[in-house]
């Protein structure tokens, strides 16, 4: 693996060959403000002329602030009880919330009071990540905007089929999703956010046989499957990159004496058999965020960054691609 500074140039002193291909790949970030920012900021941090987002972009919970009658504002975050603060601690305390991937909505009492209907929570909380998608393209067009950097970005299981319509229709976000995408004269990219069957019965999920299907069909338009980019959001099943927690009969992570959590494959089969069978150059994984690192399946080198969002922190990896071959990747943090 070759090494690059901060700056994305080599540690040995000398610049990136200007013939390669060098991209930046992150995952799951979970609605974390900070990580997608830190994402579109990886393009000049690491002199990248691509960056892909992979699935799992939006988080999971709101956060109730309630607007009292004097102006002040109530709200419970974490093991934080805060009673009666200012207009500016409230605004501290949303940009906190965003941070880490969660949802601030402001009303009153009576205007929150709706979200103890599970109906109108969905509703809402539904609008309220899409919104926050739109928000997140309209700051990449701003940011991006003639910097002649290319952004992809795609859903994951753990998406709301409802993001889709922000992430469509703009100029500079390009929505990979079941697409075959030539990113230079050499590549080609194929996406998918679908996973296979989990615990969780997500609004993308397949059973295995539709999954390879879906793979396929995006194939038969890459015009050179040695040079094919396969942007997967689940990995291969039982390799180095698909371990995670193992769960009983009641969703509990199981504990072992002597050994503590279990940990199982959870990757999808269906993703194992197309890498094997296709050979892409790079295989690009996210979905089981404690299984960073890389596998190589044959010739394809599988890579999974991880995720650590819920500390702020944005992983990535940053590759470096020629004709046939992967000339360096290293896995970053910060």
């Known amino acids: 693996m070759g090494l690059f500074s901060r700056n994305g140039k080599r540690a040995s002193g000398g610049s990136r060959a200007k013939d390669g291909t060098r991209l930046f790949f992150a995952t799951d970030v979970h609605g974390s403000d900070a990580c997608f920012r830190k994402f579109l900021n990886a393009a000049k941090f690491y002199d990248v002329g691509h960056l892909i987002l992979g699935g799992d972009m939006t988080g999971k919970m709101l956060v109730p602030i309630v607007r009292r009658g004097d102006g002040t504002f109530d709200a419970r975050y974490g093991e934080d009880e805060l009673r009666g603060i200012s207009q500016s601690e409230m605004t501290e305390l949303k940009d906190r919330i965003r941070r880490f991937g969660h949802y601030p909505v402001v009303g009153s009492a009576d205007e929150l009071a709706a979200l103890e209907i599970e109906q109108e929570r969905d509703r809402m909380f539904r609008e309220v990540v899409t919104q926050s998608i739109a928000d997140w393209v309209a700051l990449a067009e701003e940011r991006l905007r ?189």
Not at 211 to 239: E, K
């Open 146 to 334: 003639g910097s002649g950097v290319r952004c992809y970005m795609a859903p994951g299981n753990d998406d709301f089929l409802e993001i889709d319509s922000a992430l469509e229709g703009s100029d500079i976000v390009e929505f990979a999703q079941d697409r075959c995408i030539s990113i230079d004269e050499k590549h080609d990219m194929i996406t998918t956010g679908y996973s296979n069957r989990t615990p969780w019965d997500t609004e993308r999920e397949l059973e295995e046989p539709d999954l390879r299907s879906q793979l396929d069909r995006m194939t038969q338009s890459v015009r050179d499957p040695d040079n094919l980019i396969a942007v997967i959001h689940p990995p291969p099943f039982d390799t180095e990159i698909d371990k995670a927690p193992k769960l009983d009969d009641e969703l509990k992570v199981e504990m072992k004496p002597g050994v503590g959590v279990v940990t199982a494959p959870v990757g999808s089969t269906a993703v194992r058999e197309f890498i094997c069978d296709v050979q892409p150059l790079l295989a690009l994984h996210g979905h089981v965020h404690e299984g960073k690192g890389e596998h190589h399946l044959g010739r394809t080198l599988c890579v999974n960054p991880g995720s650590e969002y819920t500390q702020g922190v944005l992983s990535g990896a940053i590759i470096e691609l020629g004709d046939g071959e992967i000339r360096r990747h290293q896995f970053v943090a910060g």
